[in-house]
């Protein structure tokens, strides 16, 4: 996974302000573990062991509620493709310096 570069803009991103502390802790780490393209994994246990490795406490019910809360507010899209969940970051290009 190649390293990630956050532009500025994202301290003052409408969206991310209107997330709750945890729901923007998530986003951060998301976004620094997706591919090239802003995709990723979306399987729960995936997510899981990728974005909180060291946190024992985190439970899967919580990174189901903050992966729901950013595709309802339209900050990722789900997909399936071969019966495996996927997403997409839609403000990818907007708050990452390819």
């Known amino acids: 996974m190649p390293n990630r570069i956050l532009k500025e803009s994202i301290c003052y991103s409408k969206d991310i ?3 709750k ?3 923007e802790v ?3 780490r998301l976004m620094v573990n997706c591919d090239d393209y802003g995709r990723a994994d979306a399987r729960i246990p995936m997510l899981k ?4 490795p060291l946190k024992e406490n ?3 019910s919580d990174i189901k509620r903050l992966l ?3 595709a309802d507010k339209k900050m990722i899209i789900l997909y399936q493709k071969d019966e495996v969940e996927y997403l997409q970051m839609t ?3 907007k ?3 390819i």
């Open 68 to 70: 729901m809360k950013l």
């Open 49 to 52: 062991s990728r974005l909180y």
């Open 58 to 60: 985190m439970k899967s």
């Open 17 to 19: 302000d209107d997330l």
């Open 91 to 93: 403000s990818w290009e």
């Open 21 to 23: 502390p945890d729901e």
């Open 26 to 28: 998530f986003f951060y």
């Open 95 to 97: 708050h990452q310096q």
